[in-house]
T-cell receptor, first 115, second 108 residues
Framework: DGGITQSPKYLFRKEGQNVTLSCEQN?????MYWYRQDPGQGLRLIYY???????QKGDIAEGYSVSREKKESFPLTVTSAQKNPTAFYLC??????????????FGPGTRLTVT | GENVEQHPSTLSVQEGDSAVIKCTYS??????FPWYKQELGKRPQLIID?????GEKKDQRIAVTLNKTAKHFSLHITETQPEDSAVYFC???????FGKGTHLIIQP
């Protein structure tokens, strides 16, 4: 299960606080992604980065921010502007298969609870 | 952007029977369609994928079919076993837009 790690596994925060979720990979993948998983909602893309120092918004970027200063790391900050932050967050990295297609490798996830 | 619809949301089959999960997509430019399996408490993992220049792909008990004209693709699992119980996700749009998932339950 190695290669892409997320920490911590469980995270609890008070409403109004920003919180940063860690994601690290040693697969030498160029692209990294953050997804949010809610029951019955599947996986929704928050942000993704195809190269260092560059990233793009996904479908639900509001209330989140990211940075990509190193190839191995793609931290996600859940800000106080995110109205419903309690969720399971999955980080992924991918190798390019050819053309514009990617096989994604997922981390174990962080379950964030905000009260 | 791409929209992926996945059905059914829950599927219960008897052990040994076949299971079929279907997905439709909206963007005709999509050309890569992976399927991921997520067991309870674990991360999603790729189990099979198909590209737009292929109509069908098989890997032992699992297969995926693609109909580009109708913009739908399906996952087929034959001779289902208890370890097939999981949530399955399809994806399109270069593998970045996911369906909402199907909870497959294998009844003993």
């Amino acid at each position: 299960d190695g290669g892409i790690t997320q920490s911590p596994k469980y995270l609890f925060r008070k409403e109004g606080q920003n919180v940063t979720l860690s994601c690290e990979q040693n697969l030498n993948h160029d692209a990294m992604y953050w997804y949010r998983q809610d029951p019955g909602q599947g996986l929704r893309l928050i942000y993704y980065s195809q190269i260092v120092n560059d990233f793009q918004k996904g479908d639900i970027a509001e209330g989140y921010s990211v940075s990509r200063e190193k190839k191995e790391s793609f931290p996600l900050t859940v800000t106080s502007a995110q109205k419903n932050p309690t969720a399971f967050y999955l980080c992924a990295s991918s190798r390019r298969l050819g053309g514009d297609t990617y096989e994604q490798y997922f981390g174990p996830g962080t379950r964030l609870t905000v009260t | 952007g791409e929209n992926v619809e996945q059905h059914p949301s829950t599927l219960s089959v008897q052990e040994g029977d076949s299971a079929v999960i279907k997905c439709t997509y909206s963007d005709s430019a999509s050309n890569y369609f992976p399927w991921y399996k997520q067991e309870l408490g674990k991360r999603p993992q790729l189990i099979i994928d198909i590209r737009s220049n292929v109509g069908e792909k098989k890997d032992q008990r699992i297969a995926v079919t693609l109909n580009k004209t109708a913009k739908h693709f399906s996952l087929h699992i034959t001779e289902t076993q208890p370890e097939d119980s999981a949530v399955y996700f399809c994806a399109a749009a270069d593998g970045l837009t996911f369906g909402k998932g199907t909870h497959l339950i294998i009844q003993p």
